[in-house]
């Protein structure tokens, strides 16, 4: 682990959930994805309205800081009659199922991947590297557009789409580390003690990598985001039925001449969601480890 | 050198040939063209004809070769909507989208460049705040979204600009903003980290201490050197905005790549698909490539590296 010269005792190094409050602790951030989260589970409790609800005759209410809006709907309402703010709440749901699992999967792939390549070395690294060249060299929406429409779109298809996309990402950086590990002597001394490799991946290498991984999945969950919400404007992520940020954006343009508010909202969601987790993967990444900036 | 640049350059087709081969098998995979060319009352030795004649009736890896041996000719078949080389589609499309990507290149130049030299000059003060702050809100922000604000703010409230179309200079202004605010953040950090590196410099110093005019020493003596990684970077930039475009062009109706290719999506038109996509790599790992060699100038631990 990091080693820092810290002048405290052996064995008295505070855990790291100790540690982590304090020094510029992004507490604006971790509010807000903490309370993204818990909208998520705890969403049709606390709606205001069935985000499905329909009212044509409270259609294009505008907000109610706005003359003729009302605390009724206090972010408005579409053109259907429907609660904007409810909308979003239920957007949540989506939102943070797909970050989990996008961000799981790719994870657990590109981090497999990326220890076999850098673990192993010879043919399995130069396969797996230029894989990943390949990879990269595909713009990620590019390839992302001829996946989904290839899928029945949906939520399944947005997660496989962004897993597709982001493994290499994960893989690359998780080989960079493991290739500078491996040379370390306790790993050798471990496999000299006859340790077999999934023993050095889970107790000697894994061990390793978790800040650097937690760093990364933070950072990519904005990304993820936005990728959810791109998708489905274009009409090949998530579906109409089922409401998505992305969908209430898609959905919006078609009137937006008539309520701004439609369009504002989901897409302020959004911003706030990927700000606050950008700023605190930025200072994770910070607290995990000074001497990488450029991660 | 030769040889660095050479395994490059060879790198860099490998990973061209394998994108093609992923970018067909996978629009392969999508459906059948063909029932969405004919109505569906078709009969079925029409249908069988029409896949003859586009070579659909072959195995997969033959039409590959097919393709591969055309697309090197520079043939990429025939749109099947358009009904025409898709070469020459292409070619009539991609102007506007490499004329979008250079405008927001532009813009986010505008900014990244005073936001990273002044952030710099006056570390830690509000104004470097402020410039983290405005770069942070553009990669929150999906492109098309702030492409859809300034449409209400700009083209619907003020009516100052238009929201649709290219045929005027004016009409490049909206979707550049919305294409050039997400690159803002990361040029902005190279600027701001290469200048910080620069003004400690002893030249610096010494033309501090002669006396030059400080706007002279930031902006001709720091900002030139501390330019070059921004520079290298550039080719980077440009080529993730060529590929990153299509949302944004499907917002503002532009006449670009990125919109045929979408519009092709839905149309199953496989040859247009591949073609757009293939495209988009190429100048990814063009760009790409440009950068490691520029590198390699620059720096030879890199080129003699593995």
């Known amino acids: ?295 | 050198m030769t040889r660095f640049v050479l395994r490059r350059v060879l790198q860099g087709m490998f990973s061209i040939l394998g994108a093609s081969v992923i970018i067909f098998v996978v629009t392969r995979l999508s459906g059948d063209p063909v029932v969405l060319m004919l109505p569906p009352e078709a009969p079925e030795a029409m249908v069988s004809q029409m896949r003859e004649r586009l070579g659909l009736d072959l195995p997969i890896w033959q039409q590959y070769f097919m393709f591969l041996s055309d697309a090197v000719t520079g043939d990429f078949g025939n749109s099947y909507r358009w009904e025409m080389p898709v070469l020459e589609l292409i070619r009539e499309r991609l102007p506007a989208t490499i004329y979008l990507a250079s405008a927001a290149l532009v813009f986010s130049l505008m900014l990244s460049i005073p936001f990273g030299v002044l952030s710099a000059v006056w570390r830690g003060s509000w104004f470097d705040r402020f410039a983290k702050g405005v770069a942070m809100l553009g990669q929150a922000m999906p492109n098309f979204w702030v492409g859809l604000l300034l449409i209400i703010v700009f083209a619907i409230g003020l009516e100052w600009l238009p929201a649709y179309g290219a045929d005027t200079p004016k009409h490049v202004i909206l979707p550049a903003i919305a294409l050039g605010w997400y690159p803002v953040a990361a040029q902005t950090r190279i600027v701001r980290s290469a200048m910080l590196d620069v003004l400690d410099s002893d030249y610096i110093r010494m033309g501090r201490s002669v006396g030059v005019p400080e706007g002279v020493l930031i902006w001709k003596y720091a900002f030139r050197n501390a330019a070059v990684p921004l520079v290298t970077m550039m080719g980077v930039y440009f080529a993730s905005m060529l590929g990153g475009a299509f949302v944004v062009e499907v917002v503002f109706a532009w006449p670009g790549l990125g919109r045929t290719v979408v519009e092709a999506l839905f149309a199953r038109d496989f040859p247009v698909v591949q073609a757009g996509v293939l495209f988009a790599a190429l100048m990814f790992v063009a760009a790409n490539l440009v950068v490691d060699l520029s590198y390699g100038l620059i720096d030879p631990r890199i080129r003699n590296d593995r």
Request: charged residues 15%; contains cysteine.
């Open chain 1, 1 to 295: 682990m990091t080693a820092d010269a810290t002048d405290l005792p052996q064995g008295t190094r505070p855990s790291l959930l100790m540690r982590l409050p304090g020094r510029d602790f992004p507490w604006i951030s971790v509010t807000i994805l903490v309370g993204v989260l818990l909208l998520a589970f705890i969403g049709p409790w606390v709606s205001p309205w069935q985000p499905q609800a329909l009212d044509l005759r409270s259609a294009f209410n505008p907000p109610v800081w706005v003359e003729g809006g009302s605390w009724a709907h206090p972010l408005g309402t579409d053109n259907l009659g429907r609660d904007i703010l409810s909308r979003i709440i239920a957007g949540t749901r989506i939102s943070v199922i797909v970050a989990f699992w996008a961000i799981v999967l790719s994870g657990a792939l590109g981090t497999l991947i990326g220890m076999i390549a850098g673990y192993f070395g010879g043919w399995a690294d130069i396969v797996i590297m230029r894989l990943v060249d390949i990879q990269l060299s595909i713009p990620p929406l590019a390839l992302a557009l001829i996946l989904a429409a290839v899928l029945d779109p949906g939520l399944q298809t947005v997660v496989i789409v962004i897993v597709v996309t982001y493994w290499s990402w994960y893989a690359r950086i998780v080989r960079g580390e493991i290739l500078s590990l491996r040379e370390r002597e306790y790993v050798a001394l471990a496999r000299i003690a006859g340790c077999g490799p999934v023993t050095i991946f889970t107790r000697h290498l894994a061990p390793n990598i978790v800040n650097t991984l937690l760093v990364l999945a933070t950072l990519q969950v904005g990304q993820v985001i936005i990728f959810e919400a791109s998708l489905s404007f274009l009409g090949l992520g998530i579906q109409t039925p089922q409401i998505s940020w992305g969908v209430m954006l898609a959905d919006a343009r078609g009137y937006i001449t008539n309520a701004w508010w439609a369009i504002t909202m989901p897409g302020i969601a959004i911003m706030l969601t990927c700000l606050a987790s950008n700023l605190f993967g930025d200072w994770l990444r910070d607290v995990l480890d000074p001497r990488r900036k450029q991660l």
